[in-house]
């Protein structure tokens, strides 16, 4: 009864306040509807180059399949294994026939089990807003996170490891040194794992005491529960000595670390920091003109 009563006044109030805007505003525009991209037609894909790796990226591959031009004015990719959505607010403009790899940063994984479910959306400089599930050419998309979440699993378990500051000859001399700090879990004295060899890299390979290259340092370091951390030494010599590779380099300096944790083999990839990098690239570049 209450709510028929107010009707009458509030139709009074709006007839006498007319002139200052008392009219019901417009609905607002939807926004319009997502077509799949097969509607464009265009081809999504999603793959890691090398070059990605060791920063962290991925590309949003978009294959133009149209006569005319593809003109994107934004990209989106978000996915169940990454923490939030990657977006890309540059234009990209396709020709007819042609692909663009359009390279968005990894956010934090989020280490979830099951399957991935994934999800572009592009929106055309045309309005048209393009939504769907891109390929996987390569077959990368349950590992693109292995290089956080392996790492992140063996320091919650067994331990956590890092590269600490490197130490190199001014003169390029003799070898370059690095240091792998592993600081086990908490415990009480119990066997976690063990770290057992570190291999070489395309650039850069572990060298013995006499400064052979090796195909993979022995390590063989067991690691006890709440025990102090380990420095363990890796001298290093030059895998390869052509310019072209050491200028073209994208992962010479990630390095794997082959492990166990709870009697299981780990393999753990440990990139070397960007500043370590750049002083191991030059140290090559030195150690190769002796």
């Known amino acids: 009864m209450r709510r028929r009563a107010i009707r009458p006044a509030a139709a009074a109030v709006c007839a006498a306040l007319a002139l200052v805007g008392c009219a019901t505003a417009p609905p607002a525009a939807e926004p319009p509807s997502a077509v799949p991209p ?6 999504l894909e ?34 169940s294994a990454w923490t939030a959505t990657m977006v890309r607010a540059d234009e990209a403009r396709i020709p007819p026939g042609a692909r663009r790899n359009l390279r968005l940063q990894l956010p934090e994984p989020t280490c979830a089990e099951g399957p991935i479910e994934h999800r572009a959306t592009l929106e055309l400089a045309d309005g048209t807003v393009v939504e769907g599930e891109p390929q996987d050419p ?3 998309l349950d590992a693109l996170d292995d290089l956080v979440c392996e790492a992140r699993a063996f ?16 003169d390029a001399s003799g070898p370059a040194v690095l240091r792998l700090e592993v600081s ?11 770290v057992d060899e570190i291999a070489a890299t395309v650039l850069l390979a572990p060298a013995d005491a006499q400064g052979a290259r090796l195909e993979a340092l022995p390590v063989a370091l067991q690691v006890i529960a709440g025990a102090a951390p380990t420095v363990v030494d890796v001298p290093l010599v030059p895998g390869r ?3 072209h590779a050491v200028a073209e380099d994208k992962q010479g300096t990630i390095f794997r670390i082959r492990a166990t944790a709870a009697g299981e083999p780990v393999d753990l990839l440990l990139p070397v920091p960007d500043a370590q990098r750049d002083a191991l690239l030059g140290w090559v570049v030195a150690r190769c003109a002796r």
């Open 38 to 43: 097969s509607a464009v037609p265009m081809l």
């Open 155 to 170: 320091a919650r378990d067994v331990a956590s490891i890092r590269w600490l500051e490197p130490g190199s000859p001014a």
């Open 138 to 140: 390569h077959g990368q």
């Open 241 to 243: 000595c052509d310019l």
């Open 46 to 79: 999603v793959l890691q180059l090398r070059g990605d790796v060791a920063g962290g990226f991925v590309e949003l591959r978009v294959t133009n399949q149209r006569a005319d031009e593809l003109v994107i004015e934004r990209a989106s990719y978000g996915s």
């Open 184 to 194: 086990p879990a908490a415990g009480a004295g119990e066997v976690l794992g063990s």
